[in-house]
């Protein structure tokens, strides 16, 4: 499984910005799909996840209400749209992809993961 990671870029406090996640290299309909973020001299930390074959999705806290997690199946393509970004969004996100649907925030439950793409926002 191959996860490309793209969209990234520079942004000012409260605009939106899209990134993307297309995968290769398999079927995903038993997988769940994340997206993480790491900021500067912190650690990785959960931001959504879907569940590729019901669309199901879960939100971090610092999250909700202004990302949405989304996929496109054909184009075996995962998309995080970002509205309303802080400072505090700024972070390499990277994409995610798991076996199964077990508890989707645990990134130890995940077993590819993509080479993220760079998210600053400017206030």
């Known amino acids: 499984v191959q996860l490309q990671a793209s969209g990234g870029g520079l942004v000012q406090a409260g605009a939106s910005l899209r990134v993307s996640c297309t995968a290769s290299?398999?079927?995903?309909?038993?997988?769940?799909m994340g997206w993480f973020r790491q900021a500067p001299g912190k650690e990785r930390e959960f931001v959504a996840a879907?569940?590729?074959?019901?669309?199901?999705?879960y939100y971090a806290d610092s999250v909700k209400g202004r990302f949405t997690i989304s996929r496109d199946n054909a184009k075996n393509t995962m998309y995080l749209q970002m509205n309303s970004l802080k400072p505090e969004d700024t972070a390499v996100y990277y994409c995610?992809?798991?076996?199964?649907?077990?508890?989707?925030?645990?990134?130890?439950?995940?077993?590819?993961w993509g080479q993220g793409t760079l998210v600053t926002v400017s206030s």
């Open positions: 995610a992809a798991g076996l199964g649907y077990v508890r989707p925030p645990r990134s130890s439950n995940y077993n590819y």
């Open positions: 290299g398999s079927t995903f309909s038993e997988y769940k």
């Open positions: 879907i569940i590729w074959s019901s669309g199901s999705t």
